[in-house]
């Protein structure tokens, strides 16, 4: 398949850039900030992002979504990327909404995809649980008890898990992992905002003795690995657009700088050094993009290799944008350091997208462990 995309897919692309540039720049990340907002993001926002239908991309349309695939997701995340925006598109629209489809009842389905299509609800997904992305090591437990369970364990790095209005909590119960959807101001529940160093939110939750019913069970009892995976994969390819986006736009700001900044009488973008840079920077950027596409399109059409496609987008997207912000910085010179300007901005956030859902040494290890090394 060309690594390019459709015509609708270039559409849908336009419309989420000039809607984000024109209602969430990264000025409304800093007004976000230095506000101290409560929330750390705009429910207006997310509510317009229903109503222009991003929220529920990759919801069915029987739901109130749009009905699109795993490339329409990436292209909503690069953008986001692009623009810093603090958003619950990753954690509701992407990783909550993938294991409702995937496994969610019709009533738990029909309560919260048209909700998180019209962004009308947050919905966070808590996995992770140590410093590392390490969802093969997950100690969360689930014990049944009466018609029911008793959740006992602790998450981090949960997506606006301080705000949401149901969390997604994997556990392990006694042949497997299961997935429970709970209300977070269920008794035993204890969540913590957690303000990230790019200034976007997750949240540490605590669960002690949380009294859940067997109707709170997404799926089936010990079956919520293979849900869990294809919510995870598309999150990781998702992850690794946004990586893109963020990379591409630093370098876009930086190529401007260049264009405008002058030493010597000269502007700086005219010494060769620089032009190199730019080059190399330019050409690592494509192949990014390119890896990233590759793997969003064969996610959607489930093509047997799509989770090692996407171990190695994340992986090259995270390394391509990680020297994106630092050449950005570098080339800005002195005031690249400094919070006036964006590019300081970018590099917090790249740096945070990379440990999402595995950094390139985890994606790194998973395709050679796959491999047989």
Same mark, same amino acid.
């Given at each position: 398949?060309?690594?390019?995309?459709?015509?609708?897919?270039?559409?849908?692309?336009?419309?989420?850039?000039?809607?984000?540039?024109?209602?969430?720049?990264?000025?409304?990340?800093?007004?976000?900030?230095?506000?101290?907002?409560?929330?750390?993001?705009?429910? &207006?926002?997310?509510?317009?992002?229903?109503?222009?239908?991003?929220?529920?991309?990759?919801?069915?349309?029987?739901?109130?979504?749009?009905?699109?695939?795993?490339?329409?997701?990436?292209?909503?995340?690069?953008?986001?990327?692009?623009?810093?925006?603090?958003?619950?598109?990753?954690g509701s629209g992407v990783l909550s909404?993938?294991?409702?489809?995937?496994?969610?009842?019709?009533?738990?389905?029909?309560?919260?995809?048209?909700?998180?299509? =019209?962004? %009308?609800?947050?919905?966070?997904?808590?996995?992770? %649980?140590? =410093?590392?992305?390490?969802?093969?090591?997950?100690?969360?437990?689930?014990?049944?008890?009466?018609?029911?369970?008793?959740?006992n364990g602790a998450k981090g790095f949960?997506? &606006?898990?301080?705000?949401?209005?149901?969390?997604?909590?994997?556990?392990?119960?006694?042949?497997?992992?299961?997935?429970?959807?709970?209300?977070?101001?269920?008794?035993?529940? %204890?969540?913590?905002?957690?303000?990230?160093?790019?200034?976007?939110?997750?949240?540490?939750?605590?669960?002690?003795?949380?009294?859940?019913?067997?109707?709170?069970?997404?799926?089936?009892? &010990?079956?919520?690995?293979?849900?869990?995976?294809?919510?995870?994969?598309?999150?990781?390819?998702?992850?690794?657009?946004?990586?893109?986006?963020?990379?591409?736009?630093?370098?876009?700001?930086?190529?401007?700088?260049?264009?405008?900044?002058?030493?010597?009488?000269?502007?700086?973008?005219?010494?060769?050094?620089?032009?190199?840079?730019?080059?190399?920077?330019?050409?690592?950027?494509?192949?990014?993009?390119?890896?990233?596409?590759?793997?969003?399109?064969?996610? &959607? =059409?489930?093509?047997?290799?799509?989770?090692?496609?996407?171990?190695?987008?994340?992986?090259?997207?995270?390394?391509? =944008? %990680?020297?994106?912000?630092?050449?950005?910085?570098?080339?800005?010179?002195?005031?690249?350091?400094?919070?006036?300007?964006?590019?300081?901005?970018?590099?917090?956030?790249?740096?945070?997208?990379?440990?999402?859902?595995?950094?390139?040494?985890?994606?790194?290890?998973?395709?050679?462990?796959?491999?047989?090394?």
């Amino acid at each position: 398949m060309p690594l390019i995309l459709t015509e609708e897919q270039t559409m849908l692309k336009e419309a989420a850039d000039g809607f984000l540039s024109e209602n969430a720049p990264i000025a409304h990340l800093r007004h976000l900030r230095d506000s101290r907002d409560a929330d750390g993001v705009s429910r &207006d926002l997310w509510r317009a992002f229903g109503e222009m239908g991003f929220a529920g991309v990759i919801i069915p349309e029987a739901h109130g979504g749009s009905g699109l695939g795993a490339v329409e997701a990436g292209v909503m995340a690069e953008a986001l990327g692009r623009t810093l925006t603090p958003s619950p598109f990753m954690g509701s629209g992407v990783l909550s909404a993938r294991v409702l489809i995937e496994a969610g009842s019709p009533e738990q389905q029909a309560a919260w995809l048209p909700r998180i299509a =019209a962004g %009308e609800a947050i919905v966070a997904l808590a996995v992770d %649980e140590g =410093a590392k992305h390490a969802p093969s090591k997950i100690t969360t437990t689930a014990q049944r008890s009466g018609n029911g369970f008793v959740l006992n364990g602790a998450k981090g790095f949960v997506l &606006d898990g301080h705000i949401a209005d149901a969390l997604i909590v994997v556990a392990l119960t006694e042949n497997g992992l299961t997935l429970f959807l709970v209300d977070p101001k269920t008794p035993g529940i %204890e969540i913590e905002r957690t303000i990230m160093v790019d200034a976007h939110n997750a949240a540490r939750v605590t669960l002690t003795d949380v009294q859940v019913d067997a109707d709170a069970v997404i799926g089936a009892v &010990d079956g919520g690995e293979g849900p869990l995976e294809a919510a995870l994969n598309l999150g990781r390819a998702c992850a690794a657009a946004s990586l893109t986006g963020a990379g591409d736009q630093a370098f876009q700001t930086t190529l401007e700088y260049l264009r405008t900044r002058k030493q010597f009488g000269k502007l700086i973008g005219e010494f060769q050094a620089l032009q190199h840079r730019a080059a190399h920077l330019f050409t690592e950027i494509e192949l990014a993009r390119a890896a990233v596409l590759g793997a969003l399109q064969r996610l &959607d =059409a489930g093509h047997e290799t799509a989770p090692l496609a996407v171990s190695i987008a994340k992986a090259k997207a995270g390394r391509v =944008a %990680e020297l994106a912000v630092q050449e950005a910085v570098q080339m800005h010179g002195g005031v690249g350091m400094t919070d006036e300007y964006d590019v300081g901005l970018f590099m917090k956030r790249v740096r945070v997208l990379n440990e999402l859902l595995g950094d390139a040494g985890f994606h790194t290890e998973r395709l050679a462990r796959t491999q047989g090394y």
